[in-house]
């Protein structure tokens, strides 16, 4: 029972990561795919998640630490990038 609601569960993940892609693909503005790019993240890190539980492991666990780190440092770097233009700060006069 519980395996087949985990596989359900990892259904509807693949599915909100393809809409995400959809977004990411046609979304009207930067922030919009910014935004789908970061629930792409989210979405891949609850997939390891629910395969660490159908693989009754805690191997991935590393894993799921890793990949929330890579998208909270791109979020923030893409939108550090729409505010100001340049991820990193360029004085170009030094």
């Known amino acids: 029972m519980l395996s087949s ?9 693949s599915l909100a990561i ?7 693909l046609r979304g009207p503005s930067m922030a919009d795919r ?6 792409i993240g989210i979405n ?7 395969l660490s539980m159908m ?6 666990l590393d894993i799921i630490l890793l990949i ?3 998208a909270f440092l791109s979020t923030v770097a893409f939108a550090r990038y729409i505010e100001r233009g340049a991820v990193f700060k360029n004085d170009g006069d030094r």
């Open 44 to 50: 891949v890190i609850s997939i390891v998640a629910v």
């Open 34 to 39: 910014i935004t789908a790019l970061d629930t």
């Open 5 to 13: 609601l985990l596989f359900i569960s990892l259904l509807i993940l």
């Open 18 to 24: 393809l809409g995400c892609l959809y977004r990411v």
């Open 55 to 60: 693989l009754q492991t805690q191997a991935y």
């Open 68 to 70: 929330g780190i890579l």
